[in-house]
């Protein structure tokens, strides 16, 4: 896929089905204000006794899922159909989606189920060069299910994306990977000291899941984002290193990052929090200014970095 770019709409959108959930965003700059999912409101939901269930999550037929929507702009180029997965090892202290961090709390949903809602967006997905997301929690804490979504995606002829912490990156098999035309690499922090602080575990397995997709010769574009957080994230040299490890993946296959997405803090997932009953650390903390976020993607684009 070109570096460059989203490629522009029609000037008449085409009609979406009445149960789509559509959120309208500026094309260029990832949007912060955006919807988390809307539940999984027209798919259908799967009974079954534990022993089945644990079985069918096994083999990859049954997934937790959260909640999905279809949105522009937003998890990778076009109009997306993303998935919100249930299930996710980090503790991240801004998670807007902090009711995703139990896979016992989603909804049972087959594959099935996912791609024929999937299949009824495909004339969307061509006109607007989109496709599927899955995003999370965290999509590598069901590979299984991940992997049958996303092989059924790439059979319908859609496009294919992952958001990642990459942290779970040893899930990822080769054969998954190979289905997966773009990885949305959330580097949450380049420091490690941060980075445990930020959200619990270590740097060193998202690095090294990066290093993987750039070392494979037919690996997915790379769109690394990162959230600045005001005194938390924001620190110059914390910043230098997380745009000097996406440069490092260029350097390792040239044309692995195409983009790069600085995500200004917001305080969106405060509620939800609150009504989990969960301590919420960043409570106080402000969205940072435009100076300080022109700054960030300074650092990043004096790297040669495509950023928004």
Known sequence: M???MLRQHPCTPLPLPADAVRLDVPVQTPAVARRTGAGVDGLQVEELDHHDRLAAMRDGRLG????????????GPGTRLTVFLNGCPLRCL???????FAMRDGQPVTSDELLTRLARYRAVFAATGGGLTL??????????????VLRGAKELGVHTAIDTSGYLGQNASDALLADVDLVLLDVKSGDPDTY??????DLEPTLAFGRRLAERADGPEVWVRFVLVPGLTDDVDNVERVAAYA????????????????????????????ALGRDYA????????AELTDRVRAQFRAHGLTTY
């Open 135 to 148: 995003s999370g929690g965290e999509v590598l804490m069901q590979p299984a299910f991940a992997a049958r």
């Open 247 to 274: 440069a490092e993946l260029n350097g390792i296959r040239p044309g692995t990052v195409t983009r790069v997405e600085v995500l200004p803090f917001h305080q969106m997932g405060r509620d939800k929090w609150q």
């Open 64 to 75: 937790s899922v959260h909640s999905w929507e279809l949105v522009t702009a937003v998890d």
């Open 94 to 100: 801004y998670c807007h989606n902090p009711d995703t």
């Open 2 to 4: 070109a570096a460059t």
């Open 282 to 289: 960043l409570d106080d903390t402000q969205p940072p200014t």
């Open 196 to 201: 445990r602080r930020v959200t619990g575990r």
